[in-house]
């Protein structure tokens, strides 16, 4: 069965560090998401790519916060610096693309920020 | 945008009863609505959608039903069983409309089986 793929699974930074997370998704899935998910709570959309253009990006903090997906297919999210409140589990999901609906999470990254 | 409430927060059932987790979303416009199950250390796993064209929807022991005119739906869990015991996730979404399709979740349910 088909999956998305994330690494690392686990980062432990200091705050003021880089960090950068990277995601796989589904093979011929065009659309891809990244999520944040606080402990507690559901995840939250940072930012959606098709192919490789950015659809939505309103909820991502621009200040530190970059995503890419040059080749319309991995994705790599960038937190620079990160600050303490960044620890969360990042996630990223794929979909087949316009005109779909289903959406395919990965087992996302678990950032620890001290 | 989307809100979207979820309750109960926490869920204890004796194995083998039923559980329900009930939603509600703002957006009359949003017309997909998916479950997800997350066990500890995972991500969400999609385990079953309705679409707003329909009222019921059914996969073995899993059930959502959708009321458009109240702005609610609810996930319907029969025999229960251990391995049900997780987090569950509801979301609404505007589908496929596009550049419209994030997913706004709900707080979550932890459902404990009880054995």
């Known amino acids: 069965e088909a999956e998305v793929a994330q690494s690392p699974r686990y980062k432990i930074t200091e705050k003021s560090q880089a960090v950068a997370f990277w995601c796989d998704p589904i093979?011929?899935?065009?659309?891809l998401y990244w999520y944040r998910q606080i402990l507690g709570q559901g995840p939250e959309l940072l930012v959606q790519f098709q192919d490789e253009s950015v659809v939505d990006d309103s909820q991502l903090p621009k200040d530190r916060f970059s995503a890419e997906r040059l080749k319309g297919v991995d994705s790599t999210l960038k937190i620079q610096p990160a600050e303490l409140g960044d620890s969360a589990m990042y996630l990223c999901?794929?979909?087949?693309?316009?005109?779909?609906?289903?959406?395919?999470f990965g087992p996302g990254t678990r950032l620890t920020v001290t | 945008g989307e809100n979207v409430e979820q309750h109960p927060s926490t869920l204890s059932v004796q194995e083998g009863d039923s559980a329900v987790i009930k939603c509600t979303y703002s957006d009359s416009a949003s017309n997909y609505f998916p479950w997800y199950k997350q066990e500890l250390g995972k991500g969400p796993q999609l385990i079953i959608d309705i679409r707003s064209n329909v009222g019921e929807k059914k996969d073995q022991r899993i059930a959502v039903t959708l009321n458009k005119t109240a702005k609610h739906f609810s996930l319907h869990i029969t025999e229960t069983q251990p391995e049900d015991s997780a987090v569950y996730f509801c979301a609404a979404s505007r589908g496929a409309d596009f550049g419209n399709e994030k997913l706004t979740f709900g707080t979550g349910t932890r459902l404990t089986i009880i054995p």
């Open positions: 999901a794929s979909s087949f693309g316009p005109d779909t609906y289903e959406q395919y």
């Open positions: 093979s011929g899935h065009a659309t």
